[in-house]
C-alpha cells in the first residue's frame, strides 16, 4: 500500500515540521515572547467594572405640595363685590386694626376711624404720624382736601409768651425788650374766619392784620405749617424747650395747626412755653 511504502518519507517529514514549529516557538517569535499572553486582551475590548449602586450621595427627591386651592369668594352665600359682605370687611377692619389693652385707647382708635381718620394698624398712625385723636375731638383735615367758601364765622384768637415772664434768665438777652410786660402779644379778640379755613389760616390773617412778625415752614412729612416765631420769639428763644404751641378749647391738639379746621365759637390760643409745654399745661413730648 501506498502508505506503506512511504512510511519513512513520513515520518521523517512530520519531524522535520516538529523542529520548525519548537525552532520557531522558542526562538523568540511566539506571542508569549511579544510581552502578552493569551489571557490579556486589548484596552478597548476589556470588560468595564461593574459600578456598586449606592444612594448616598443623591438628595432625596422632596415632595412637592400642591398649593392650596384659592377660596371662590364670589361663589359664597351673601357674597358681594370681592366676595366679602359689609358684615365681613367690618370684621375685618377690627382684625387690622391696632391691638391696645388700654380701653381708653382703643375707644380713641374706634372715634378716630368713625371720624374718617385713616390709622395704619402696622404703627397705629395716619398717613402723617399722628395718634388716634381722644374721643369728641375733632381729626385733622388735610387743607389741600379742603374749598374755603365766603361763609363767614366768629371764634376768638389769643397770643401770649407771659411764660417768658418766669424764665428771663433763660431768655436771649437781645430779646428781652420783645417782651410785653404782661406777656400778651395778642389779646383775646374776636375774630372772622370763612368756613374751610385752618387755625394757621386764621393765625397768619390775624398777624399780618395787627403788624406782628409771623415766621413759619411748611413740614410736608407732617402736612403742616409749623411756627417757628411769632413777633420776633422764636423757638429755643428762652431755653432749650421752648417755643410755640397752640390750643383750642382747652386742647392741645397732636396734630398740626394747617389741619385743624375751625369751628364757629372756637376759643384758639397760641401760647409761647419755655417747658415743652409743661408750663402752659401740655406736655408736648
Known sequence: MWWRKHK??????????????A????????????????EDTPAQMQEVPAVEETTESLPAEVPQ????PQADLDSRPGGTEGGMTAQEKEEAAKELAPETNDPEEAGDNAWSSMQGMAIDPNTGKDAYLTSPVPEGRPVPVEPESVTISDQAYTCTLTVRCDTILDNMAWLDPAKTDLVPADGVLFPETTVTFYEGESVFNLLQREMKKAGIHLEFVNTPIYN???????????EFDCGEL??????????FPNYGCSRYQLQPGDTVEWLYTCKLGVDVGANII
Open 8 to 21: 519513512d518519507k513520513l515520518l521523517m517529514g512530520g519531524l522535520a515540521l516538529v523542529l520548525l514549529i
Open 23 to 38: 525552532v520557531y516557538w522558542y526562538g523568540g517569535s511566539a506571542p508569549s515572547m511579544q510581552g502578552w499572553t493569551v
Open 65 to 68: 405640595e400642591e398649593p392650596a
Open 224 to 234: 403742616s405749617a409749623y411756627i417757628e416765631g411769632i413777633g420776633n420769639l422764636y
Open 242 to 251: 421752648s417755643g410755640w404751641t397752640y390750643r383750642v378749647n382747652g386742647w
